[in-house]
């Protein structure tokens, strides 16, 4: 069937099924913004837009007089930049997809975009087409590629008019924003468009609904891509292929649609900042529990790394994302292409959390019992009930429990490298 360019159609679609097998994907913020990695990739819109003294401060205290921020984009230069390596950072995180940022809010483009003039990276700065070199490497290894697109830039003068006429022009989006979408399908022809800045101004003012019909009907990746739902200012949660709803969102219960949460290593930003420390940034434990209650929840996981403006991943994010892959390499069958299961979380407690394939259960459990009996009150048992462990060899011993469910009893393994880390799984078999 056609899609039309209207919300009814377009939400119809059926999702591409490769998404929600995914699971797991790594986000990366990267642009001008890494270039006085400080405050957060915000940082235009704090020092010009909002005037803050502290990033007035900043500036002046490291910066000639007069410096605008145009003067960072030589700077940004990308020398250590290795798509290759990066690429096999993230297949050894375990991410099934990786999201770079092709240009966000302050519009400088990570690609040659031929409305972007001398605001792209092959222009100035590192002279090098990002997105399609991660782009190759990527492909390369076999992991999906997404492109994020912020459809607004904060200080661009048509934007600004467009805004100025309460958005009954379109001068900004038929000049800049379109051309620029559909130049990135065109070039690069990625298997997801996480589309941002949406907040100002409706649907009718961005054209979002044209362009997605032309994307599912035309263009040459309609039958696998896939979008996330900031298209319009009341989109999100509403409308598009999968939802955001908004940043680093956590539902609570099962939500009836596809969804992805979003995290950021660094707590306080996305963007790289040198003055991080370690208190600011989530500790595997952390990733771990958000990796399985999104998951649980029905949802993907994409986590967030920002490179430095010489394109390294340094070392600090490079250690939670390895930490993160060694754990999905003992667990990762009670994640990838699971499914929610009829319970999500054992009577509410957050520290087991089940996900579930075909007739099987995983009940992944947070915190090791004291005693090396685990209470499950959920599974109903049968006599043909087999209880593994992921990452151990053979079957476990369970009884039923008094009330409802089973008592399992986990192998005494303490010390043992396997107990620190963050997370078990169990594997169900024979329960409803």
Sequence with gaps: PRYRPDWASLDARPLPAWFDRAKVG???????????????EWFWWHWQGEHRADYERFVRLRYPPGTTYADFAPRFTAHDFQPREWAQLFQRAGARYVVLTTKHHEGFTNWGSPVSWNWNSLDTGPHRDLVGELGEALRESNIRYGLYHSLLEWFNPLYLADKESGFKTQNFVL????????????????????????????DSYWNSTSFLAWLYNDSPVKDTVVVNDRWCNNCSCQHGGYYNCA????????PAH??????????LSWGYRSTMNIAELMDVAS?????VQTVSFGGNYLLNVGPTKEGVIVPIFQERLLALGRWLDTNGEAIYESKPWRVQMENNTDTVWYTSKGPVVYAVFLIWPQDNVLELSSP?????????????????KWQKAPGEGLLLTLPSMLPSPLLSQPGWAIKLEGVK
């Design 247 to 254: 940043d680093k969102y956590k539902p609570g219960t099962l």
């Design 175 to 202: 000049k800049k924003t379109m051309p620029e979408l559909y130049d990135l399908v065109l070039k690069y022809k990625p298997d997801l468009i996480w589309s941002d800045g949406d907040w100002d101004a409706p």
């Design 287 to 291: 990733i771990i529990e958000e990796l």
């Design 26 to 40: 790594v986000f990366v913020h990267w642009g001008v913004f890494s270039v006085p990695a400080w405050g957060s």
């Design 380 to 396: 109903v048992p049968s006599p043909a009930t087999q209880v593994t462990m992921l990452g151990f060899a053979g079957t476990l």
């Design 258 to 267: 596809k969804w992805e949460m979003c995290s950021s290593i660094d707590k």
